[in-house]
């Protein structure tokens, strides 16, 4: 979380940038608290709580999958 806080700082503040990452769900998830914005409230119901990625955000998770014993 740290680290994404010092990529918005010297980066953007307003939207993350492209990032690829190994298969470690740690990535999206300091994303969404770094830079998630909260949807717009409709007025009807209880009112979002949870950070929404927005639609421009580039993420690449890689995840290596070995195949014989060699």
């Known amino acids: 979380m740290a680290i994404m ?3 918005r700082n ?3 503040p307003e939207e993350p ?3 690829a990452s190994d ?3 740690s990535y999206p998830e ?3 608290e770094t830079w998630g914005k909260l949807p717009d409230y409709s007025g009807r119901g209880r009112p979002p709580t949870r950070k929404q ?3 421009d955000w580039k993420c690449l998770q890689v995840t ?3 195949s014989g014993g060699g």
Do not use: W
């Open 5 to 7: 806080s010092q990529i």
């Open 10 to 12: 010297r980066c953007n």
């Open 17 to 19: 940038p492209a990032i």
């Open 23 to 25: 298969g470690n769900d």
């Open 30 to 32: 300091a994303m969404l």
């Open 53 to 55: 990625p927005q639609k």
């Open 64 to 66: 290596k999958h070995r």
